[in-house]
């Protein structure tokens, strides 16, 4: 049975189970604090479990895109070293809020494991919570129960807290699960063990194909387990997993998920998968590592995640480089090559997911980006590693100092130890790890939160937002917590019964201002964020009567900016499809009450004479006092009917928002002016590159424009002063450049005829020593003539060593030049006498064997250094 077929029989028989079929999530996670990534089927519906909203339907099924990096059984540097495990997957899902429970969960899943898909039987066994007693639970009797009635005693196995209770985090929802595992070894190897003893025990052939979690209890803060009011489900099936069942292999890697990237990287780099004998097994390994993480990477850039240095955007840079590293040392590909790969993953899987048919350029142009960038780095990593292994004494490396290559250059540890390995060399791996630790250790501690349990002062339904029509409103205090974090310290979290206050999202950022109780007496809220579909409000004080009634006031003076901003970001897109053409889409916006970012694709440096269209152009609907027309709640394919446009990888739920000036018309959250006109003039200050085929534009609107204009008049007016002309201060400017770039080159002239007379000074200065033409000198020169000097005098005199110094600015400089046949003759390396001798002058350098530089802050020590350098020779 092919995948896609598996994966359309899995939907229809929960929709024939009254299910709705939903679409999956973005993989990139943006309105959740506590995750990056979608890591499992359930993330989309947290705010149901939690009660902070109400499903449409009370049962939905799914396929989710996954993406997990880190927890059990899936760290990164293990994948593609086994069969089973991904960082990208699918998790096939079926859930029920407050409406079905075990019964129908379990009965479902068997009837659809055994009678639709036809497995054995006798090949399944599932597993039952057996209790914990520090949470005071007993064994999961009702679903030992049900499973009794269907599959015989003996294939029911009891498994504890870590494999069978599941929990969202260290609070919220949680419950017992029950699991269904296959055995998919020979009957000689099954007669040989019984599959109940390998369950849970990682064999790659009897491995778990189903999670069925009953969400029954909610977790404390203090880790108190109190029953939930209305009792969930939530299932997770491994897509991949249940492929290498259906088509009967013994790897998810020989399932059709995957056979054809695989296909197309052996023909790509000339190599063969399935013949460990023949290619060894490290070329497998390399392959399946590039087939899993090409599919992560390209589904989180198709998301809206482009790589980067820090956050999401580190962990797909990460990924990315693993998949590089594993081609460029196991698959010999200096070359870029696995953005070649995301045109079969379109074919393969964009009909299930669009975005990556849309988005397919993107990925490619970003792909092949960072493959140049790292091949680079790994280039540059080899040279330091040498450097590294040259100072080394003995046969250890330092685990310090690979780690700094690992930290600073993003030189894979792994390839550090192989390269030493095959010279000869050990790294100290323990003080590596030490120093790993130590880092993983500052990260942990500047991300640590810490929340206590929410302290309800009254059940509210729903948290209504006013704030596009109000900056003020009588409100209550529903419920509120506490948070403490490294970063921020203590804060709390208050939730209103109805808010005027914006929370972070879109792009734009969220809303400050003040709460005022009856007495007068004001609390400030320092900023407003969504979490699972609740509006918080972050204060650094606790008001004195929580109970009490009080006025919610949004700062007017930076939400009028932010608004301007955000409309400004919408004219701005309008503007680039406009000028740029239509292929121009929204790729990430930043909206601050300051200024505003938009990202967007463009496949070159947009000209300047485009850059003052595009302004001219935004300018222009402002002038035409545009006025905001705003449609709320409308069916979100309606809104796509009409033509607003949707974001670059925004979830959208069933009801949609539609700001429109004028023809630019798109789906939004965000808070807006009422009029083009309230934002005055609009001013691009910057435009460069975020990524291959990714610009980005920074502007400014509203006050900050005036400020600015003000600012640059003010310049104009010092410039007029400073060239004494009030005429033609510009053409002045121009004569003076002019005048200027005459002179440096006058004065790079008197160089060289300086540097030609000091070259026969130091020909006639040349000593023999031990056969070698040998010099010592200090000159008044910069460091470039000091080069040029030393490979004139190079091609001139044979067995030349010959070493500089020279002060410039109260700076050192130094130079080594040696002959080339000389330093392959005599052993001489230009780079590790540099690195010594730099130590005379408080500084360091490097370079190659024959020729190398160092620079240092003090210049009393060139004497010391220039006299140190004969010892080389003697």
């Known amino acids: 049975?092919?995948?896609?077929?598996?994966?359309?029989?899995?939907?229809?028989?929960?929709?024939?189970?009254?299910?709705?079929?939903?679409?999956?999530?973005?993989?990139?996670?943006?309105?959740?604090?506590?995750?990056?990534?979608?890591?499992?089927?359930?993330?989309?519906?947290?705010?149901?479990?939690?009660?902070?909203?109400?499903?449409?339907?009370?049962?939905?099924?799914?396929?989710?895109?996954?993406?997990?990096?880190?927890?059990?059984?899936?760290?990164?540097?293990?994948?593609?070293?086994?069969?089973?495990?991904?960082?990208?997957?699918?998790?096939?899902?079926?859930?029920?809020?407050?409406?079905?429970?075990?019964?129908?969960?379990?009965?479902?899943?068997?009837?659809?494991?055994?009678?639709?898909?036809?497995?054995?039987?006798?090949?399944?066994?599932?597993?039952?919570?057996?209790?914990?007693?520090?949470?005071?639970?007993?064994?999961?009797?009702?679903?030992?129960?049900?499973?009794?009635?269907?599959?015989?005693?003996?294939?029911?196995?009891?498994?504890?807290?870590?494999?069978?209770?599941?929990?969202?985090?260290?609070?919220?929802?949680?419950?017992?699960?029950?699991?269904?595992?296959?055995?998919?070894?020979?009957?000689?190897?099954?007669?040989?063990?019984?599959?109940?003893?390998?369950?849970?025990?990682?064999?790659?052939?009897?491995?778990?194909?189903?999670n069925l979690v009953f969400i029954q209890y909610n977790r404390m803060a203090t880790g108190k387990l109190v029953e939930l009011p209305n009792k969930h489900i939530d299932t997770g099936m491994g897509f991949e997993r249940l492929a290498m069942v259906m088509q009967d292999v013994k790897s998810n890697y020989d399932t059709d998920v995957f056979t054809p990237l695989i296909r197309e990287i052996q023909a790509i780099t000339n190599s063969t998968y399935g013949n460990p004998e023949a290619s060894g097994e490290e070329t497998d390994i390399a392959i399946r590592v590039i087939a899993d993480h090409v599919r992560a990477v390209s589904f989180a850039i198709a998301d809206g995640q482009l790589p980067s240095n820090n956050g999401a955007g580190y962990v797909i840079r990460r990924i990315l480089r693993r998949a590089i590293r594993y081609g460029f040392t196991f698959l010999n590909t200096k070359e870029p090559f696995i953005y070649k790969l995301v045109e079969t993953l379109s074919k393969q899987m964009g009909k299930q997911f669009p975005e990556l048919k849309k988005q397919k350029n993107l990925c490619e142009n970003v792909i092949k980006e960072e493959e140049n960038s790292f091949l680079r780095t790994l280039d540059q990593g080899l040279v330091l590693l040498d450097s590294i292994i040259d100072s080394t004494k003995g046969k250890e490396v330092s685990g310090k100092k690979a780690f700094e290559l690992y930290d600073t250059f993003g030189f894979p540890i792994d390839l550090t130890a192989l390269i030493l390995e095959e010279k000869g060399y050990t790294l100290d791996q323990a003080t590596f790890e030490t120093e790993l630790q130590k880092q993983k250790e500052r990260s942990r501690s500047a991300a640590q939160t810490k929340a206590e349990d929410w302290q309800i002062l009254f059940e509210d339904e729903v948290e209504e937002f006013i704030g596009y029509d109000h900056l003020e409103a009588n409100v209550k205090i529903a419920k509120y917590r506490k948070v403490e974090s490294t970063k921020e310290g203590e804060l709390y979290q208050l939730v209103f019964n109805l808010t005027p206050f914006y929370p972070e999202g879109g792009g734009q950022v969220g809303d400050k201002g003040y709460l005022e109780a009856a007495n007068g007496n004001v609390t400030y809220i320092v900023d407003t964020k969504k979490e699972n579909n609740l509006i918080i409000h972050i204060t650094k004080t606790l008001p004195e009567d929580l109970k009490g009634n009080f006025k919610a006031a949004v700062d007017e003076k930076q939400r009028n900016r932010a608004a301007a901003n955000h409309t400004g970001t919408h004219l701005l897109h309008q503007a680039l499809r406009n000028v740029l053409g239509e292929h121009v889409e929204q790729k990430g916006s930043m909206v601050h009450s300051g200024y505003l970012r938009f990202d967007f694709s463009h496949f070159s440096k947009v000209s300047s004479e485009e850059l003052k269209q595009i302004e001219n152009f935004v300018?222009?609907?402002?002038?035409?006092?545009?006025?905001?027309?705003?449609?709320?709640?409308?069916?979100?394919?309606?809104?796509?009917?009409?033509?607003?446009?949707?974001?670059?990888?925004?979830?959208?739920?069933?009801?949609?928002?539609?700001?429109?000036?004028?023809?630019?018309?798109?789906?939004?959250?965000?808070?807006?002016?009422?009029?083009?006109?309230?934002?005055?003039?609009?001013?691009?200050?910057?435009?460069?590159?975020?990524?291959?085929?990714?610009?980005?534009?920074?502007?400014?609107?509203?006050?900050?424009?005036?400020?600015?204009?003000?600012?640059?008049?003010?310049?104009?007016?010092?410039?007029?002063?400073?060239?004494?002309?009030?005429?033609?201060p510009l053409k002045v400017v121009g004569d003076l450049q002019d005048e200027n770039s005459q002179l440096k080159k006058e004065i790079e002239q008197l160089k060289k005829e300086k540097a030609g007379n000091v070259k026969g000074d130091l020909k006639a200065a040349l000593t023999e020593v031990n056969g070698v033409q040998f010099l010592a000198k200090e000159v008044d020169l910069d460091a470039g003539a000091m080069k040029d000097l030393s490979f004139q005098l190079g091609g001139e005199v044979e067995n030349l060593f010959m070493v500089l110094g020279s002060k410039q600015n109260g700076k050192a400089l130094l130079s080594i030049y040696i002959d080339k046949k000389l330093a392959e003759e005599k052993s001489l390396n230009a780079g590790q006498m540099i690195r010594e001798l730099g130590k005379y002058i408080q500084g360091g350098g490097g370079g190659q064997a024959f020729f190398a530089t160092a620079g240092g802050k003090d210049p009393n020590g060139i004497e010391k250094a220039l006299a140190e350098s004969k010892t080389y020779i003697l």
């Not at 905001?628 to 925004?650: C, M, P, S, T």
Request: aromatic share 10%; with cysteine; hydrophobic share 35%.
């Open 1 to 210: 049975m092919k995948s896609q077929e598996i994966r359309s029989k899995f939907l229809a028989f929960f929709e024939s189970k009254k299910h709705e079929i939903v679409p999956s999530a973005p993989m990139v996670i943006k309105d959740d604090p506590s995750l990056m990534f979608t890591n499992a089927g359930m993330n989309q519906f947290k705010e149901y479990f939690l009660g902070n909203a109400t499903p449409k339907n009370s049962r939905a099924t799914d396929t989710q895109k996954c993406l997990r990096v880190s927890g059990k059984h899936n760290d990164l540097e293990e994948v593609g070293k086994d069969t089973y495990h991904h960082t990208m997957f699918e998790m096939l899902g079926n859930w029920s809020f407050g409406d079905y429970f075990k019964k129908e969960a379990i009965e479902w899943a068997w009837e659809l494991l055994t009678e639709e898909f036809q497995i054995t039987p006798e090949n399944l066994y599932v597993t039952v919570f057996e209790g914990d007693k520090e949470d005071g639970l007993g064994l999961d009797q009702e679903a030992f129960d049900l499973w009794k009635a269907i599959v015989p005693e003996d294939r029911i196995l009891l498994g504890d807290k870590k494999d069978n209770f599941w929990e969202m985090g260290d609070q919220g929802p949680c419950g017992p699960a029950s699991e269904i595992h296959i055995d998919i070894r020979s009957e000689e190897e099954k007669a040989k063990i019984p599959g109940k003893d390998l369950v849970n025990h990682d064999h790659p052939h009897v491995v778990e194909i189903w």
């Open 619 to 728: 300018n222009a609907r402002i002038r035409e006092q545009l006025p905001l027309e705003e449609q709320r709640n409308i069916a979100y394919d309606k809104a796509l009917e009409q033509g607003a446009i949707g974001l670059f990888g925004e979830k959208y739920g069933d009801t949609v928002r539609i700001v429109s000036y004028g023809e630019s018309m798109e789906l939004c959250g965000g808070t807006h002016v009422s009029n083009t006109s309230d934002i005055w003039h609009f001013k691009i200050l910057s435009e460069g590159a975020v990524a291959s085929g990714v610009r980005r534009i920074e502007a400014i609107t509203g006050d900050a424009a005036k400020d600015f204009l003000t600012q640059q008049s003010e310049h104009f007016n010092d410039l007029k002063t400073l060239v004494k002309n009030t005429k033609n």
